[in-house]
């Protein structure tokens, strides 16, 4: 079965600074990686995924993302956050080849500050 | 295009009654699941419909919560004699075909007084 850990609840950043979300992930086969993003009082949104191929996934509003098979990691990262990026940002994984139930992580609360 | 849409975005019940929740998906979206997600957690998976039937059920904490999904395309998600601890947000996703994204609607609040 697979597991996702975010190692942190809320992150607070100052504006134009850079990021980093933290996910580690336990699987026993291959997954798929995603992220979402759910701002305030809207439904859940993909940022990005990755499913194959290259371990640096770009995705919408300037995040990106790492696979790192060895430390079983896939941080997300925003070179400068603005005021808008504020949301809830989680982490989840679903087995490779069987793209069924997507098994999400606790979230991290990005906060901006001006 | 329309998105996954659900009713109601918010519905308030005694502890014991009856509740169905129903969802909308994307047309032509083959695939559909439920998710439940309680306050400060994420989505917890809880079924899933392929067609018109479930292809995995194994989220469901208990025989009070049943799901169909008659003609493939909405689905109803029915609980029986509520319990506090049902109270949360109940989503419902769609996606069209395998490895594609799966779409969230914006979510049924359940609160169970």
């Known amino acids: 079965a697979q597991s996702v850990t975010q190692l942190d609840s809320q992150v607070p950043v100052f504006e134009e600074a850079p990021v980093e979300l933290r996910c580690n992930y336990s699987s026993s086969v291959s997954v798929y990686l995603f992220w979402y993003v759910q701002y305030p009082n809207q439904g859940l949104q993909l940022l990005l995924k990755?499913?194959?191929?290259?371990?640096l996934v770009k995705g919408i509003n300037g995040f990106e993302a790492e696979f790192n098979k060895s430390q079983t990691s896939f941080h997300l990262r925003k070179p400068s956050v603005h005021i808008s990026d504020t949301a809830e940002y989680f982490c989840?994984?679903?087995?490779?080849?069987?793209?069924?139930?997507?098994?999400f992580g606790k979230g991290t609360r990005l906060h901006i500050l001006p | 295009g329309a998105g996954v849409s659900q009713t109601p975005s918010n519905k308030v019940t005694e502890k014991g009654k009856y509740v169905e929740l129903r969802c909308d998906p994307i047309?032509?979206?083959?695939?559909l699941y439920w998710y439940r997600q309680s306050l400060g957690q994420g989505p917890e998976f809880l079924i899933y419909f392929q067609g018109t039937g479930a292809a995995d059920d194994s989220g469901l904490p208990n025989d009070r919560f049943f799901a169909v999904r008659p003609e493939g395309s909405v689905s109803t998600l029915k609980i029986q004699r509520t319990e506090r601890g049902d109270s949360a947000v109940y989503l419902c996703?769609?996606?069209?075909?395998?490895?594609?994204?799966?779409?969230f609607g914006p979510g049924t609040r359940l609160t169970v007084l």
């Open positions: 047309s032509g979206h083959t695939a």
């Open positions: 996703a769609s996606r069209r075909g395998s490895g594609d994204t799966q779409y």
């Open positions: 989840a994984v679903s087995e490779g080849n069987r793209d069924d139930k997507i098994i």
């Open positions: 990755y499913l194959s191929g290259s371990t």
